[in-house]
């Protein structure tokens, strides 16, 4: 959900793709955005998608051939209703996509956990559950350096803070005010976010597509491009990508795509999240990256 268009390129017309796609396909939004999020924009020489707000009780999903999940960005403010809207396309047979076990999987990190027990190096983490969260201040003091603390169910960093030395009572209460079925990740502070940067890899079906490096705005942490944050597009090694492919292949599915976040610490990525429900694909970050997409969400329809 973070956005910045810092390092657009020119994207090729709809004559370089071959042909026109013949299917109805639905991107999901949210009710704050009109039309289709800028970065999704840039598939519209390749595909004509139609934008539906996900709350929305008028849409009749079943008339789509695949709804993909694109701009839902406040799903975390309305976790058990976007669930259950999940379940009710379910078992209308609709084909979403990312796929509905994949998405409800994805909207806890407490998947963080999983993967690491599948071999996956991730930030190192304490997942604080909601009995424990009076203990943060001690867990705070006790580190002696800088930490992240995130909810388990967030996006845009909504709820997330930088801390060190001392819990503010305001942070602690804001902390404790969250739902009791909220999870709390702590986690270092990892300067490698700052320089070079949070490296984010995007596969489309399992494939490697493009890549793009995110950092923090002046005085900032966080590299959403509403706290001030900037992307720009990037070519990456081989083995960083065979390191992401890796966090891939740790899934029960192939996703339709994914964005793999990371830092890069003595040559090893170290995953910050996996993301598999709306994020942004920054396709104007490479020549080829909508077309990617769009190459894709041809290959699972009928």
Same mark, same amino acid.
Request: proline share 8%.
């Given at each position: ?40 924009? /840039? ?7 139609? %934008?539906? =707000? ?20 406040? +799903? ?6 976007? *669930? ?18 994949? !998405?409800?999987?994805?909207?806890? *990190?407490? +998947? ?8 996956? %190096? =991730? ?16 867990? !705070? ?7 992240? =603390?995130?909810?388990?169910?967030? /996006?845009?960093?909504?709820?997330? +803070? ?29 300067? @490698? ?29 966080? !590299? ?9 597009? =990037?070519?990456?090694?081989? @083995? ?5 492919? *890796? ?7 192939? %996703? ?9 610490? @003595? ?36």
């Amino acid at each position: 959900m973070d956005g910045s268009d810092a390092c657009k390129v020119v994207l090729p017309s709809r004559a370089t793709f071959g042909y026109a796609v013949p299917m109805r396909v639905a991107f999901v939004t949210y009710p704050r955005l009109e039309g289709l999020a800028p970065d999704d924009q /840039a598939i519209l020489p390749f595909l004509n998608p139609v %934008p539906a =707000i996900w709350s929305d009780p008028g849409i009749e999903w079943d008339r789509f051939d695949a709804v993909i999940l694109r701009s839902t960005w406040d +799903y975390y403010l309305h976790h058990e209703a976007f *669930k259950s809207w999940l379940m009710h396309l379910q078992d209308r047979n609709i084909q979403v996509l990312n796929s509905v076990h994949l !998405v409800q999987w994805n909207s806890n *990190k407490v +998947y963080l956990k999983e993967l690491q027990q599948k071999g996956i %190096p =991730i930030i190192p983490t304490q997942f604080v559950e909601a009995t424990e969260r009076l203990k943060l201040p001690e867990l !705070v003091t006790a580190s002696g350096g800088p930490l992240v =603390i995130k909810p388990s169910v967030s /996006a845009a960093a909504h709820h997330t +803070y930088r801390v060190q030395g001392t819990l503010q009572a305001e942070t602690l209460q804001a902390l404790l005010d969250l739902p009791e079925d909220v999870t709390l990740l702590v986690q270092p502070f990892m300067p @490698e976010i700052q320089n070079p940067g949070e490296y984010s890899l995007v596969f489309f079906n399992g494939h490697f597509s493009h890549a793009f490096l995110k950092t923090p705005g002046e005085g900032d942490f966080r !590299v959403q491009g509403m706290h001030g944050g900037q992307t720009c597009g =990037i070519e990456v090694e081989q @083995e960083l990508v065979l390191q992401a492919q *890796k966090v891939l292949s740790a899934l029960p599915e192939v %996703p339709l795509y994914a964005r793999v976040d990371g830092v890069v610490r @003595e040559g090893t990525l170290l995953l910050m999240e996996l993301e598999l429900i709306e994020p942004n694909l920054f396709l104007n970050s490479h020549p080829e990256a909508a077309r990617n997409f769009a190459q894709a969400i041809r290959e699972r329809l009928p």
